[in-house]
């Protein structure tokens, strides 16, 4: 099975940065591309970022400038680097892994325990 972890989050003013860090363990064959979602309150969950194992990277529109999406394949893990936060981006941010566990299976996708992230006005 693959875990991801997620750390970081947290209350910050408009205009502040934060970083949220994903690391993924378990046994697993590949990790196709690993990003962020978020959801809002009463909204759908949508994607914020993504990045390929090498190394190409998808931003959504909303964060293109602001965030910055980093990936390390030796150590499983993917960084999201929030800058010049606005209170719509406050929601929960979920890592997300899309990958084999074994070689002959289909990609599956695989969710973090998700983490608040608060931007005050």
């Known amino acids: 099975q693959v875990q991801l972890v997620q750390s970081g989050g947290g209350l910050v003013q408009a205009g502040g940065s934060l970083r949220l860090s994903c690391a993924a363990s378990?046994?697993?064959?590949?990790?196709?591309?690993m990003g962020w979602y978020r959801q809002a309150p009463g909204k759908p969950r949508d994607l914020v970022a993504s990045?390929?194992?090498?190394?190409?990277?998808n931003l959504a529109d909303s964060v293109k400038g602001r965030f910055t999406i980093s990936r390390d394949n030796a150590k499983n893990m993917v960084d999201l680097q929030m800058n010049s936060l606005k209170p719509e981006d406050t929601a929960v941010y979920y890592c997300?892994?899309?990958?084999?566990?074994?070689?002959?299976?289909?990609?599956?996708?695989?969710w973090g325990q998700g983490t608040q992230v608060t931007v005050s006005s």
């Open positions: 378990g046994s697993f064959f590949s990790l196709n591309v």
């Open positions: 990045i390929t194992s090498g190394g190409s990277a």
């Open positions: 997300y892994a899309n990958g084999r566990k074994y070689s002959f299976q289909l990609p599956a996708d695989y």
